[in-house]
């Protein structure tokens, strides 16, 4: 079973639709949860980080964190065909971050 | 702001040769470092931990002495590829941890993208 585990799709959505893009991790020791997009090409850029059970809303961005279930994930509202890339769901796992292996997500306009 | 530079941004070189690549935090300090391997359609893969002042942590199957890296600043920290071959082309990016950033974020930098002919 890998540490951290993402659906690598491609996740298709019309443009204005709602992406969601899901993450489970099997450590259940893991403190702090991380949302990077990256571009192809490009290196990793942070969306948003979590750590407390519930929800975190960042403009167009909601983090969901369920701890009892292991599962993280995001939402982006009103996704634009410039929110076309890969998502890279992280855990903090004793100091490093462990990384799933990314969904790509393609906004059609 | 969080800005994480590299250098250089592309490199190609000759088999056998070595190849510097150098990550700098430049508007905050960064105890820790972190460098990661990303291979085409690939995850980002950890290879090492480097800490201001001290040896790098390795992750297992990652050879010391073919990357070395060195970490002696608060916002510098270099990588070596020793002696390279073209099984270790592939794209390096760094990442950099905030001083007491309790949450862990890591912020990276734009990548190399090493080709070894």
């Known amino acids: 079973q890998k540490e951290v585990e993402q659906n690598s799709g491609p996740l298709s959505v019309p443009e204005g639709a709602i992406a969601s893009l899901n993450c489970t991790y099997s450590d259940r020791g893991s403190q702090s949860f991380f949302w990077y997009r990256q571009y192809s090409g490009k290196s990793p850029e942070l969306i948003m980080f979590i750590y407390s059970n519930g929800d975190k809303e960042d403009g167009r961005f909601t983090a969901q964190l369920n701890k009892a279930s292991q599962y993280v994930s995001l939402l982006i509202r009103d996704s634009q065909p410039s929110d076309s890339a890969t998502y890279l769901c992280?855990?903090?796992?004793?100091?490093?971050?462990?990384f799933g292996q990314g969904t790509e997500l393609s906004v059609k306009p | 702001g969080a800005v994480v530079s590299q250098h250089p941004s592309r490199v190609i070189c000759k088999s056998g040769t070595s190849v510097k690549i150098e990550c700098r935090s430049l508007?905050?300090?960064?105890?820790?470092m972190f460098w990661y391997r990303q291979f085409p359609k690939q995850s980002l893969m950890l290879m090492a931990t480097?800490?201001?002042?001290?040896?790098?942590?390795?992750e297992q199957g990652v050879e010391k002495d073919k990357f070395l890296i060195n970490h002696a600043s608060l916002t510098l920290s270099t990588l070596t590829v020793t002696s390279a071959h073209p099984e270790d082309s592939s794209f390096y990016i760094c990442?950099?941890?905030?001083?007491?950033?309790?949450?862990?974020?890591?912020?990276f930098g734009p990548g190399t993208r090493l080709l070894v002919l």
């Open positions: 508007d905050f300090q960064a105890t820790t």
């Open positions: 990442s950099a941890r905030k001083l007491a950033s309790g949450e862990g974020t890591q912020y």
């Open positions: 992280a855990v903090l796992q004793g100091g490093k971050l462990i």
């Open positions: 480097s800490n201001e002042g001290s040896k790098a942590t390795y």
